[in-house]
Every structure is written in C-alpha cells, then in structure tokens.
C-alpha cells in the first residue's frame, strides 16, 4: 500500500514537472521574439544627441531578462545601468514620434546605478526609476517596447 502511494506521488510530481516544463517552453519563443524586437528597436532609437559627449554605449534587453544601458564618456567615465524587468512598476513615454523619453519606474529601489572612473569617485547605488532617451520612434515600436516590458512585469504575468 505505501508502494503504490509513493507511485502515485511520483507520477504526480513528474507530470508537474513536464507541465511546468513544457508550460515554460511554451512562452520562450515569445520572450525571445520581444527581446529580440526591443534589441532591434533601441539600436535604431537611442537618442545619443542628448547626452554631453558621449563616446559609446550599449542598450539593451538580455535572455535573462535584464534591461542595461552602459554609457562612456570621451573622459573615460562610465555610467551604467540594470534593472530586472520583473521588478518594472509602470512605464510611461514622454514626448512624440521625434523626440522623448521612455521613462521606467520600478516596485522599490531595483535599478543598479554605478558610475566608473568619475572624478568625484566611482559610485554604486540603487533607484527607483530609469530614463532613455528616444528619437525618430513610431507607434508600433514603442508598442513593442511596452509589450516587452510587460511581458516580464510580475515573474512574466501580462497585464
């Protein structure tokens, strides 16, 4: 009687697992998709015209789900920045199809500031929202970046 019973168990927790399992490959060509549009999207849009003597940068949305956006400087300093997306509270666009700002705000203190080879010293800190900003965007492009952010909000839960 205790056999059958430990079967039964087992039977039920491998079944949940390849439920859950397959429940998460099921989603993943979707969040590849959308990290893969949103790269697409930020490489094209990035306003690099309103940051003070920039020499490079790199945005973008990882396969881990993370949204960075690391700016050097012609002085050498470096900013950068992380945020989780689940941890995205709310987002809101601020501007037109020429020119804005993408503004992200999170649930607490969740964006990863640091600054490197500053001459007021390097800094580690945390906020609580995220600025980008954007030119020559269209709807349907800030529709995907909403969407993407979305996506991820809450651990993947679309709202």
Excluded: C
Excluded at 106 to 116: E, G, N, P, R, S
């Amino acid at each position: 009687m205790l056999r059958s019973v430990w079967k039964r168990t087992l039977k039920i927790v491998v079944l949940t697992g390849v439920v859950l399992v397959a429940s998460a490959f099921k989603t993943e060509p979707e969040a590849a998709l959308f990290i893969h549009s949103s790269n697409k999207i930020l490489a094209q849009v990035y306003d690099i015209a309103g940051e003070v003597k920039l020499k490079k940068w790199e945005l973008s949305v990882t396969e881990d789900h993370f949204l960075r956006l690391r700016k050097t400087f012609q002085t050498g300093k470096q900013e950068y920045f992380s945020l989780h997306l689940t941890s995205v509270a709310d987002v809101a666009y601020l501007g037109n199809t020429d020119k804005g700002i993408i503004r992200i705000n999170t649930k607490t203190d969740d964006v990863i500031v640091q600054t490197h080879g500053d001459k007021k010293g390097n800094v580690d800190s945390m906020a609580t929202s995220f600025s980008i900003p954007l030119k020559n965007i269209q709807t349907e492009q800030l529709d995907t970046l909403y969407k993407t952010f979305q996506l991820f909000k809450s651990g993947g839960e679309e709202h």
